[in-house]
Nanobody, 124 residues
């Protein structure tokens, strides 16, 4: 099983980035996918998630209206489009997968597989 996140980088405040997470080794189309982030000295926090069908999403209040999650099951990839980035969005971003579940999206322990993370740095 592998989740390979990419697309991070350094961007100025107000800019945009698109993260990708390519999955392999499991039936991607049967798994909910989520993004979490962790800044230095802070706890990991939920960012967003999407159901295995792609018909439902959930966002942390801090990113609503700025971030969009979507998936392409044909490519076994989930994306995170991040617009209007702020310095407080600076963190390592991690994608995660769980078999379709009714547990809240923001429950990190409900995710089985985790990627290695990609760093996003937003300068002011």
């Amino acid at each position: 099983v592998q989740l390979q996140a990419s697309g991070g980088g350094l961007v100025q405040a107000g800019g945009s980035l698109r993260l990708s997470c390519a999955a392999s080794g499991f039936t991607f189309s049967r798994y909910d996918m989520g993004w979490f982030r962790q800044a230095p000295g802070k706890e990991r926090e939920f960012v967003t998630a999407i159901t295995w069908t792609g018909d439902s999403t959930n966002y942390a209040d801090s990113v609503k209206g700025r971030f969009t999650i979507f998936r392409d099951n044909a490519k076994n990839t989930v994306y995170l489009q991040m617009n209007t980035l702020k310095p407080e969005d600076t963190a390592g971003y991690y994608c995660a997968a769980r078999f379709k579940s009714n547990t809240g999206f923001n429950v990190a322990r409900s995710y089985t597989y985790w990627g290695q993370g990609t760093q996003v740095t937003v300068s002011s």
